[in-house]
């Protein structure tokens, strides 16, 4: 297995000029496109449309070179977006794309692979429990083999993207005589979260079984993983695991690697997660970037999050109580500048929302670097 | 003369508590406090109003410790507010003694020195005109000489306050047959803070007077300060100069430098600007800061600003056409976190707009650093 | 018993000089103050300050005048402010005095009376339940004995002020071994509003006691009291009534009437609050105001609510997805402009939060009418 | 000729359903609607992507429907949005058909008419000025008989689209040598949008062309049209007018009016624009509309806009200082809950930016009445 990885810069959410152009230059074979993962510029709340806009535009570009309807190409690529683009973070989409190894793979030497995986239809009465909890570890097991990875300690980041409740499927599960963790739309992102990230923790051994009860999830958050990164949609009513680590027979010209964010300035972390994919830079406490380091950068994804506590460095942090702007923005805006700091490129992903991803306030980060 | 500088953590705009515990220690003098300059958690705009009670309520504190009113403790004391605490940035004010030395100088070794002056009321006719400029250049001298100062060079931070123009005083003005830069008042601020800077820049040698004229204030952006940071408010009639700088007749336990940043997340002029204040940590490149050196950082000031070709580091940047959010948020979330990542303290002075403060695009950044 | 209705404009939240004038010219005695409602220019949220802002200031007014300290004027007035001037809402202030009546009243004719009580300290773990309820219950019985009315059907408006949960009383209650309503101090409004609601429905015969329980509050949304406009704050610790009505005894040269919005764009709600009040243009479907007429009136109150099947009559409506404006300023602002456009006064008291004040959906309006 | 009103509520900014049903019903017939004119739910700012995203998803469903590309359908029908659903604000679009009558007119009895006519391209230097000007009344010329409206008093609403200065647009120009009437694209919209208003009343005699020049541009506003109702858009180069009125030789089953809103909660307004449709309810100062008259309602066209002395019935108002909420929106949240206060329905199109569109802080108003 080879995975390409290309960042194209965005204009707008439907200036898909970049990728055309990649792909009219020879540089991405359509075909071989299998997810797009990037940043759009809106505000990342339930009113934000530039995901579907952007979606919808890649959907048009795609659906003539593939010989496809645009739903059809949704189906095929995984897309996932976050949306808001604060402080200095910039609008992109990072394309992956896989492909059969040409040459065969240096023992010892694992390089980046990808496995993709969908559960099952997870119906409302499902979304926030066990049921949830246990399909996702189901679909990771799935990507982890589809990877070529055999030990957990090679799983570096693990995107899930799930539903969340609606109105509409809450009344559906009810008009069944079905009850939902909660009713409160809104309110069951937690739920809808927190099971996906408890559930790629359960297949990569990071918490036991018999810890995990439906009364844990979203409440348990000494329970956690340290490399899922999990988003919910109204749209979706599957999960789709998009999971990325280092695998023997893979022959991509990338390694990744990870390391936990212990707040939104945690310098450290950054070098931490380049340092496990092969930077060699020295540990933490390591020198700043060369330009020959930074351009061996091919792109960082990370969690963003606001101290459960209020403080961050013993110092009162006002996220929480700020009415005109969501916590989510102050801390993206936070981390995206203090990771583009240390990379020099602010085309990097940050999305919120950490329930069971790492321990409270808390955060994963992960790393793809050229070799 | 001796500089104390004293941080103090607030829990909100009316929590002088900090500093009533200092005082009641017996670690700060009322009596020798010549200036505050802090953060307060509001929008930042024409409407926040935690800058006028945080200082309400200071002046509510000090005022029968100095046996005045409210209003005289407002003319004893200078309080310069910045208003908005995006991403990690934390509430909070550094207090300033002055005080006679008791020990002698040591030959060569120069020390952090602040002086104060004030200009005469600017009217409405002259704010944003030349006339401002050479009323703040003349006042800036007088700070120089207070503070002890010879070398232009040994100046590091000079916080210029200054009126802007408001409706009442552009009819005031009219009344008069007068007539003003613009009848604007929020497009008075550009000019208000461009004609205070430029004021520093000719004080300090760092324009030549010859350049000046009417026409290239907040237009000719290649002439700048430095080491200016300027703000205009409606409630001010004249304009108010702290000049803080290194001079050999000091005996603070501090020491001041600065640097320019190159953009909002440029973590390198922060070392910079502590490295000129003595921290000898090496050049830029130098290492990450260790605990001790974190230590010794007494405050940290600087000014935030948008990139304005709406690029940072090569990547499109959406500050600039964000209409939910102010780029000046935006700025300030952004390099706010990056110098906390770098001092490990969120309790840092950031603030926007700089017209005539370093090229556009660029921003000045100061650093007090403990001995 | 006669009670004084005056509004004074507010140029900002420390702008007390409306009412410094109607005091020197004799207008209004400080010494008869008993409460002020008013409207500041904040966000209305978590971290408005505007509110203590214009508090501080009207107690560093008063103080000298009453021979008092700022806290003693506080304790001795009741303070209620809403936070947020959204759409065409204008800060201002209604200045409540009372005083002895100089004439008998005359017989039949029932006159504007205000009644005033406070429950001893609520208890964090009381906040929320049915204890709550019940001493809030006690306290508009008190508070209408004070005014002088027998009949609940003369009660119009009930403002209750209480104490909500905050991260340090949650702290406390559980060091003593005892439980809240929730650890989550923004989760705990609903409850905390809702107890209070749902005491001014119980002291009015809204709602009989065996229909509450502690699994009622904020969840049973059809038990409400129609008069009852509540708020929680987390600097109070007991619960403020501030009851209104029409009394036997009174001889105000005012009345007050009250109606039930059905939504935010109910303007025949407005009219019917009039209507109560003595307007007699006839009954909804009445023409709109003249001249003389609005001229008669002193203060609408009123409370604004989201539609919570998100729909507002059979259209979509936005307010509850949006992640920019919160949805309690969406809708004062359509509120209050609503209000405006049938009194030609913008200065109008709207505030946001209506658990059990009203069917889910609906919100009291309350007008006083000079007679 | 023969114009159709059709209202099609949206559940997101790419819901194209109700249209698709009304067409699958065979209510419209693709191939005669001319026009869209609707609200998003955007923030209505440079980065409100909804617009370009509801065009998308119209130009998608119509395509394969009129045998064109989404291009093709973009130049064949015209797309008006505005962004901003603040308050109660519907998303929805009013779709325009228009045909060929099929009954002879009545003699004296004028209806609902639509003329549209497209500029030439407008150069960069052109915008702001009187070549725009002067383009754009050609343009509404050209409407005027292609709707067959001879004399002016008949014409209610002209809706312009036009081009306002970009980054791009601005650079093109000075590559040329010529110089445009800004550099700040922002600062360009007052410009644009007074230029075509100012064209429309060249066309329709509002203003004398000896009194225009392009110093009055965006400077001189008591010169202005009461029918225009233009914004700008970065996207466009050409000016796009659709002018509606009442002909003698329409047989559609509407007629259209106007007035002139005093200010955003100028309720009389409101009924005296339906009442020029021919409502017949009586003067200014009728009673509220009842259910049958509410029915009738097709559309309402208006502009909101902030009072440019501060002041709204002689009270404060926060909108121009509000940081956190543009004036815009504060605006719309206004007018368009006045609006729907009496007529029943928060669909309407309310949009911001009233230069030369009106007497400063007036703003036009137009419905579309069912005969």
Avoid at 19 to 26: F, H, K, R, Y
Avoid at 273 to 282: E, F, P
């Amino acid at each position: 297995m080879k995975i390409g990885v290309h960042k194209v810069a965005m204009a707008a959410p439907n200036d898909v000029s970049e990728l055309a152009a990649l792909i009219a230059a020879g540089t991405v074979d359509p075909a071989r496109i299998v997810a797009l993962i990037g940043k759009t510029e809106g505000n990342g709340g339930a009113n934000d449309f530039t995901r579907g806009y952007a979606t919808l535009s890649y959907q048009l570009l795609l659906a003539p070179l593939l010989g496809l309807s645009p739903e059809e190409v949704g189906h095929r690529i995984a897309f996932v977006w976050s949306g808001g683009t604060e402080g200095v973070l910039s609008p992109h989409a990072t394309v992956l794309t896989r492909d059969a190894s040409t040459v065969p793979p240096v023992a010892g030497d694992k390089r980046l692979a990808l496995g993709i995986a969908t559960t099952r239809t997870i119906l409302p009465e499902e979304v926030g429990t066990m049921v949830q909890v246990r399909e996702v570890a189901r679909a990771v097991r799935v990507a982890l083999a589809e990877a070529g990875i055999a030990d957990p300690a090679d799983v570096h980041y693990v995107q899930v993207k799930g539903p969340l409740l609606t109105p509409a499927s809450v009344a559906e599960a009810e008009a069944r005589g079905r009850a939902t963790v909660t009713r409160d739309p809104n309110g069951s992102k937690p739920y809808a979260r927190g099971a996906t990230a408890l559930g790629v923790a359960l297949a990569l051994g990071e918490v036991a079984e018999e810890a995990l009860s439906d009364a844990a999830i979203a409440r348990r958050l000494d329970l956690f993983s340290t490399v899922a990164s999990t988003s919910a949609g109204g749209e979706l009513t599957a999960c789709e695991v998009l999971l990325f680590g280092n695998a023997p027979a893979a022959t991509s010209d990338f390694r990744i690697g990870h390391a936990v964010l212990r707040d939104v300035i945690d310098a450290d972390a950054v070098l931490a997660a380049m340092d496990g994919a092969g930077l060699a830079t020295g540990s933490p406490g390591m020198g700043r970037l060369d330009a020959a380091a930074r351009s061996r950068i091919a792109a960082v994804f990370a969690k963003a999050e606001a101290s459960p506590t209020g403080r961050i460095r013993g110092r009162r942090n006002t996220m929480l109580s700020d009415a005109d702007i969501h916590y989510e923005r102050h801390a993206r805006a936070a981390l995206g500048a203090v990771i583009a700091s240390v990379t020099g490129d602010p085309a990097i992903f940050v999305s919120g929302g950490t329930e069971h991803q790492c321990a409270p306030g808390e955060a994963p980060i992960a790393a793809i670097m050229r070799v």
